[in-house]
């Protein structure tokens, strides 16, 4: 198990019960040396210098490249882009392939699960170019709605989809929707929401055959400030830059530039050099541990949160009930007396009081709790790092609360 | 610091002056669309004073309190002592300390209220 610091601070003299890994992930000991051993030893700029650190520094940003293709699956390293996170890459792709490719009229397919990141970009496309956005939503058992999807599809000519939700812990079936939604519509540009499901998931962007991938290095074990935008070479290759500036030019005049080949298009300027080395440190990380192994400690782990939770009497979950459908996120309100509701704020405040961290709120997923008619939610997340005993002090905290407020 | 004493467990369990006026002057909602909370305020004025004062809404334990507290300290109040009314003073009628998260639900009555004069000056103006 690897080393993660934050877990040996005491505040108030007690341990920190981290349970908002959905929001971001704690750090190993072997990235943040990653990242320093970068500062400290070879903090050159990339792609400028023919001095050792900044070659040094160059091979070790394209080390890092390489490392993250291959744990996704992508067929070369020339398809992962580094951005800042996954709301930068899926503006990207709304501002680039998006704003050349919607005209007026045309659909845009989205859902009630995404988290804002993947819906807002499309909304705002669709108001630019006079274009339909149509939402797809829920079935029984918080699933997406495959009819409503595949019948929606039909026409359409982009998908944004989430393979994981941040509220309901629901595993879209992805590879399986995207064959028939292949078959239904084989013109379709599919871009899906990674965030929460290549840090807890394998994940191979190939068999899933989508055509955009977005995730963030913070969610995975990596730092702040880096993130995946994953595209098929040959789309990534036709669209636009995204922005301009330095590292991404091939010719400047006065009349015209021209642009680097993919992925350094879309890279303008310095790009967040620390961060992507340490993003590759996070990747070691989980590849030595196994992704399988990964899912198969978060599903024991959400099995056991899910049967000690539901023992509370004043509960109410969303989500899958089954761990083997859902990712390691509960999503929950407690009530009191004559079933009042206890806010969520007051909830994560009480659970803050023992250095519980959960998050509460509408986790950046204010469609989705509109239509299921819930102002806030608390949600307890976990990963690898998380235990048995965090979620009995969970249990005690939320005891707590309803003992408090209740 | 437990910010879940007694008087503001209190004023949670129990709000002074929820509910709506039979023939209020002005009614004002106030939101917090990002953490949810919700209000409705509803005051009536004479000769420059709020005379009477109900409020109705959800959120947090904490908008509660602040909710409820309020609405007692302006009793009779001059509409122009209203619009001074500020940050600290919300944070002396609950005396506990807040995180800046919490703090916007611990305003949001007092930001209403505020609201609510505005536009009973605007109604005077118009």
């Known amino acids: 198990m690897a080393d993660f610091p934050l877990l040996k601070t005491r505040i108030r003299g007690k341990r920190i019960v981290y349970l908002d890994s959905t929001a971001t992930s704690l750090k190993p000991q072997a990235v943040l040396d990653g990242m320093n051993r970068y500062n400290r030893e070879y903090s050159a700029n990339v792609f400028r210098g023919l001095y050792d650190i900044s070659e040094r520094a160059t091979a070790e940003f394209e080390k890092a490249r390489e490392k993250i293709a291959k744990f996704i699956g992508a067929a070369t390293s020339r398809e992962v882009i580094f951005v800042r996170n996954a709301s930068e890459a899926l503006n990207l792709v709304a501002s680039t392939w998006g704003k050349e490719n919607i005209k007026k009229n045309d659909v845009i397919i989205t859902t009630i699960m995404e988290h804002h990141s993947n819906f807002v970009p499309w909304q705002q496309l669709a108001e630019e170019k006079e274009a339909t956005l149509k939402v797809v939503g829920l079935q029984s058992g918080y699933k997406l709605d495959e009819v409503e999807l595949l019948s929606a599809v039909k026409g359409a000519k982009l998908l944004a989809l989430t393979h994981i939700s941040n509220v309901l812990g629901t595993i879209n079936p992805i590879q399986e929707l995207i064959k028939k939604i292949r078959k239904i519509n084989p013109d379709i540009v599919i871009v899906v929401d990674g965030a929460q499901s290549v840090p807890h998931i394998p994940v191979n962007v190939a068999l899933l055959d989508c055509d955009f991938f977005a995730f963030s290095g913070h969610k995975m074990l990596g730092p702040t400030g880096i993130g995946v935008l994953w595209g098929k070479a040959k789309l990534l290759e036709q669209m636009r830059p995204y922005m301009y500036g330095g590292e991404m030019i091939e010719r400047v005049t006065l009349e015209k530039s021209t642009f680097q080949e993919i992925p350094l298009k879309f890279e303008a300027g310095t790009p967040d050099i620390a961060g992507a080395i340490g993003l590759g440190y996070a990747v070691d990380c989980l590849r030595s541990i196994g992704m399988d192994n990964v899912r198969k400690y978060e599903e024991n782990l959400t099995e056991l949160a899910l049967d000690k939770l539901s023992k509370l009497k004043n509960i109410t979950m969303y989500g899958p009930g089954n761990a083997s459908e859902k990712c390691g996120v509960v999503a929950f309100n407690v009530f009191g007396k004559s079933k009042k509701l206890i806010h969520p704020h007051d909830v994560a405040q009480i659970l803050n009081e023992d250095n519980i961290c959960v998050r509460s709120g509408h986790h950046c997923a204010m469609l989705l709790h509109n239509a299921l008619k819930l102002a806030a939610t608390t949600r307890a997340s976990f990963y690898i790092y998380n235990t048995e005993e965090d979620i009995d002090a969970l249990v005690l905290g939320l005891k707590k609360a309803i003992k408090i407020l209740g | ?126």
Do not use: W
């Not at chain 2, 309190?65 to 609405?71: K, V, Y």
């Open chain 2, 1 to 126: 610091m437990d910010i879940y004493r007694e008087n503001i467990l209190d004023h949670y369990r129990n709000p002074r002056n929820y509910g709506k006026l039979i023939k209020p002057d002005i009614t004002q909602i106030g939101d917090n669309p990002l953490c949810g909370d919700s209000m409705v305020m509803e005051i009536r004025v004479s000769k420059g004073k709020l005379v009477e004062i109900g409020f109705t809404g959800k959120g947090c334990a904490i908008f509660m309190a602040a909710a409820s507290m309020l609405t007692e300290h302006v009793q009779g109040m001059s509409l122009s002592s209203l619009r001074k009314l500020s940050k600290d003073d919300i944070l002396e009628l609950l005396g506990i300390t807040l995180s800046p998260t919490r703090l916007k639900c611990a305003l949001l009555p007092v930001k209403t209220l505020q609201q609510s004069v505005g536009v009973m000056d605007v109604k005077k103006g118009g």
